[in-house]
Nanobody
């Protein structure tokens, strides 16, 4: 099986910054795209950012210019640097990874989520 473990969430004041990390481990042959989604209370889960294994990135319009996604392929880890946070960014953040397993099956795996709260 494949596990994705997130860290870095917490409480921050408006205008502050947080850095989320997500490490994939387990039955991995190769990791393709990785990304972050978020879900606020009463809202649908939404895409935040994605990054390919080659480093191509994509962002939701709401976070462009404030968030930066990056990855360390050697560590199968994806990061999300979040700057200029505002209350609308408060949500549970989930990482995901498109993984080819050692049994040559390919699917998307998800982390358990990490809470981000933005409040003064």
């Amino acid at each position: 099986q494949v596990q994705l473990v997130e860290s870095g969430g917490g409480l921050v004041q408006p205008g502050g910054s947080l850095r989320l990390s997500c490490a994939a481990s387990g039955n991995i042959f190769r990791v393709f795209a990785m990304g972050w989604n978020r879900q606020a209370p009463g809202k649908q889960r939404e895409l935040v950012a994605t990054i390919t294994s080659g480093g191509d990135t994509n962002y939701a319009d709401s976070v462009k210019g404030r968030f930066t996604i990056s990855r360390d392929n050697a560590k199968n880890t994806v990061y999300l640097q979040m700057n200029s946070l505002n209350p609308e960014d408060a949500a549970v953040y989930y990482c995901n990874a498109d993984v080819l397993t050692l049994q040559t099956s390919r699917r998307t795996f998800w982390g358990q989520g990490t809470q981000v709260a933005v409040s003064s």
